[in-house]
């Protein structure tokens, strides 16, 4: 009789650790869904600071280095001020010279210009022209000696290429001016994740988000604030048509700091795949309801096939990158499933922080 029971107990299933596993579960597709409204919702917010004649604020570069400044005195604050959040140790003079001051001047630049093009193109179109970013990494990465070139990687990166290409001529109203500044802050934003591979392979310093914020972002505001100093300040002082209330200032670098904080949640509860597939879904929802909200934009039939095109190469890039290692990429999942909800050490995939700093 023992025998049977206890054989009876063992297929009897457990109830309240189904309850659990789907509790977890439901917690999870909130982050994700959390993400995507968040990164979604921000690049439409900065869309309107920025050509709202409300607020007629066309300074981009003022506005990033508010969002600059605002994330560092809340790291500031939650750190060493209130204590809440511990910065993990290890960053010496060296390192923050040689590592973290050109990621930070990397990020400044990739904020600035990425922003200064939705002066000029539409959210839609700026999307697409950001699905370019992994042949950017890719290439620099080869000059840096960080990726090698093969048939399947050359394959990978023409389809992504020919792609924007072909969403790029079915674009009705093209201005070549926004073109030039995504591409730059697309070739920007590359850098920078090179430079941050480079900080977490080869010097071997692997910090948290909040770390990271809490060093790059006053390096990026003091980089940021050299141009708008010569750039814009003189344009502010001169016109006095610009309003910008301290409520809507005080949500528009509110959110863009949530987030970068959604980022770590969603990487830190699921991996770097899920995190970078939400990225494709945020991509593609931004570009249809950026068609839908916005006047300027009309998207074709050859809009749609080419960033189709581009993203079955996204798609096919990040597959093969995580299938590099996929040992050590299973280690990192199980860590950060482990530790949730502590400030733990998080790989960010590289191509995954566009979303937040593109804002």
């Given at each position: 009789m023992e025998r049977n029971g206890g054989k009876q107990q063992q297929q009897q299933p457990s109830a309240p650790a189904g309850k659990a596993a789907w509790r977890d579960g439901l917690v999870t597709y909130f982050h994700l869904l959390f993400y995507i409204a968040i990164s979604g919702g921000q690049i439409f917010f900065n869309k309107w600071v920025l050509s709202s004649k409300e607020i007629n604020f066309p300074y981009p570069v003022a506005l990033t280095l508010l969002h600059m400044v605002f994330s560092s005195v809340v790291c500031f604050a939650a750190t060493k001020v209130f204590k809440v959040i511990k910065i993990d140790e290890g960053m010496t003079t060296d390192v923050y010279i040689s590592s973290v001051i050109p990621i930070g001047a990397m990020f400044a630049m990739t904020l600035w210009l990425g922003n200064s093009a939705y002066l000029y193109i539409s959210v839609a179109f700026a999307q697409m022209l950001k699905a370019?970013?992994?042949?950017?990494?890719?290439?620099?990465?080869?000059?840096?000696?960080?990726?090698?070139?093969?048939?399947?990687?050359?394959?990978?990166?023409?389809?992504?290429?020919?792609?924007?290409?072909?969403?790029?001529?079915?674009?009705?109203?093209?201005?070549?001016?926004?073109?030039?500044?995504?591409?730059?802050?697309?070739?920007?934003?590359?850098?920078?994740?090179?430079?941050?591979?480079?900080?977490?392979?080869?010097?071997g310093v692997r910090l948290n988000l909040i770390s990271m914020m809490y060093y790059v972002s006053p390096c990026s505001a003091f980089c940021l604030f050299i141009p708008w100093l010569f750039l814009e300040k003189p344009k502010m002082d001169a016109s006095v048509s610009w309003n910008f209330p301290p409520v809507t200032l005080f949500l528009n670098c509110m959110c863009t700091f949530v987030l970068n904080l959604s980022v770590f949640l969603v990487i830190s509860r699921t991996s770097a795949l899920t995190a970078r597939v939400t990225g494709v879904v945020r991509d593609w929802s931004v570009v249809l309801l950026s068609a839908a909200i916005f006047a300027d934009t009309k998207l074709t039939f050859i809009n749609i096939v080419g960033y189709a095109i581009a993203i079955v190469g996204v798609v096919a890039y990040n597959n093969h990158k995580l299938g590099v290692k996929p040992q050590t990429n299973q280690q990192h999942g199980d860590v950060s499933k482990v530790n949730q909800g502590s400030h733990q050490h998080v790989d960010m995939p590289l191509n995954s922080t566009k979303e937040s700093s593109q804002h």
């Open positions: 370019i970013m992994p042949v950017a990494v890719f290439l620099l990465g080869t000059a840096f000696g960080l990726e090698e070139m093969n048939c399947k990687m050359l394959a990978i990166m023409s389809v992504i290429s020919v792609g924007v290409i072909v969403a790029s001529v079915g674009e009705i109203t093209i201005s070549w001016v926004g073109v030039v500044y995504q591409m730059g802050g697309v070739v920007a934003e590359a850098l920078r994740l090179i430079f941050i591979e480079i900080f977490l392979k080869k010097k």
